[in-house]
DNA sequence: TAAGCGTGGAA
DNA sequence: TTTCCAAGCTT
């Protein structure tokens, strides 16, 4: 076990810096403590990991904990999951973007309990085979679950390698280099040893991952990092330059342009006329309200013409106002129109009425309530 | 290889 | 307000 004094007393020079170590001792002191994270010491559990690790994908820590709460508390385990449905696995996703990632959290559970008796994979090459698990999350739960001494490297770990070292080589072709350069944070394996297990002498590549992490998210942070909190701040080769905050390097991303459609909100009652969208693509499989395509330099008029056609209704109700939504890739306007049609009407070919009441349960996108809240006057 | 793929929080 | 961007994967 390392002690903070051992590393303070190897920071002064005594010794050459050890940083695999600095960075464990940090982290036995400053750990977060995390919903899918077992108390210190403790072996992680290879579901928990595995969903937090897809959860996190491109997503704040902060929005995930009330969602990996929730499907924790619905499936306990990965049998569970794979033998629920994909609409529920949706559902539950629902609010919290990526929606592949929930098709994919499925199929990937359905591919263990089958294909794998119900047990995860060990290795980056067996997790990597499963669906939506890329070489970032392989590496992630074969060092955290099963201590298999590998570094995933994520954005924070980008930004804290590619500062220490300062590189120069902009993302994401400086990926293999920053990928080296991290491999050499973690600590030494038994002689010998390609990697180890848990109950092997301990490499503690989980540790040495999460400890990266725990680094960028709160000290090594992309503005105003604070530097002098940072056990790796002597060999920082960016801090020693003054410039930390010009790394990693990467190329300025091109903004979207905004695409226009309309969004047609129909009532009979107390319901709401919905359908499913295809199941792949922008917000594929998610539940939404009729509406037109969404392009560049859409006019109203013709966005009008690809209303649902209902039976008695005569014309639509312009909302006032738009509903926007920003997508990753570009940015959205949606014009509204509403309709009240008459009990028992019938729904489109492909459409269907859900009560609205129950409209929290659906697998409804963020955008699709916003327009949903914005045409009912909620 | 580059583009497609959500959302909300922070500065 | 705007911009950035968060534990990336798929095609």
Redesign the pocket.
């Known amino acids: 076990m390392n002690s903070g004094v051992v590393a303070k007393a190897k920071r002064r020079g005594a010794e050459p810096s050890d940083r695999p170590a600095l960075l464990l001792d940090w982290y036995d002191r400053h750990r977060?403590r995390?919903p899918?994270?077992p108390p210190a010491g403790e072996r992680a559990d290879p579901y928990r990991v595995w969903l937090?690790?897809i959860m996190?994908?491109?997503?704040?820590?902060?929005?995930v904990g009330p969602y990996f709460e929730k499907f924790l508390a619905r499936w306990p385990d990965v049998a569970a999951l794979g033998s629920a449905s994909q609409d529920d696995v949706l559902r539950m996703w629902?609010?919290?973007?990526?929606?592949?990632?929930a098709r994919?959290l499925h199929a990937c559970a359905v591919a263990v309990l089958r294909e794998h008796g119900g047990v995860f994979p060990d290795t980056e090459q067996g997790l990597r085979a499963?669906?939506?698990?890329?070489?970032?999350?392989?590496a992630?739960i074969a060092a955290i679950a099963f201590d298999v001494r590998t570094m995933p490297v994520?954005?924070?770990i980008e930004?804290v390698v590619s500062r220490l070292y300062a590189v120069e080589e902009p993302l994401?072709q400086a990926k293999p280099l920053i990928g080296e350069l991290a491999s050499t944070l973690l600590g030494p394996s038994r002689a010998g040893d390609e990697k180890s297990r848990a109950g092997d002498e301990k490499s503690r590549a989980g540790d040495s991952a999460?400890a990266l992490?725990?680094l960028?998210?709160s000290i090594c942070?992309?503005?105003?990092p604070a530097c002098a909190l940072c056990p790796l701040n002597e060999d920082c080769v960016a801090r020693a330059r003054g410039d930390q905050e010009a790394f990693p390097r990467?190329a300025?991303?091109?903004?979207?342009t905004l695409r226009r459609g309309a969004a047609f909100i129909v009532t009979r009652g107390e319901q709401l006329l919905v359908r499913t969208r295809v199941e792949k693509?922008?917000?594929?499989g998610m539940t939404e309200v009729p509406g037109s395509e969404w392009l560049a330099g859409q006019d109203d008029k013709t966005a009008l013409k690809q209303a649902p056609v209902l039976k008695g209704v005569t014309r639509w109700h312009r909302k006032a106002g738009v509903v926007t939504?920003?997508?990753?890739?570009?940015p959205l306007e949606l014009v509204i129109y509403t309709a009240d049609v008459a009990a028992r009407t019938r729904p489109p070919e492909g459409m269907r009425w859900v009560p609205i009441a129950t409209l929290a349960d659906e697998a409804l996108?963020?955008?699709?309530r916003k327009a949903i809240a914005h045409g009912l006057g909620l």
Do not use: C
């Not at 996190?56 to 929005?63: C, M, P």
């Not at 629902?94 to 990632?101: N, P, Q």
């Not at 942070?221 to 105003?224: D, L, N, Q, W």
């Not at 300025?252 to 979207?256: N, R």
């Open positions: 977060r995390l899918w994270r937090s690790e996190l994908q491109q997503t704040g820590v902060k929005t629902a609010g919290l973007g990526y929606y592949s990632r994919n499963l669906p939506g698990i890329g070489p970032y999350t392989a992630a994520d954005g924070n930004r994401p999460q992490m725990d960028g998210s942070t992309p503005k105003k990467k300025p991303k091109k903004t979207g693509g922008l917000l594929g939504h920003v997508f990753t890739h570009f996108p963020n955008v699709m």
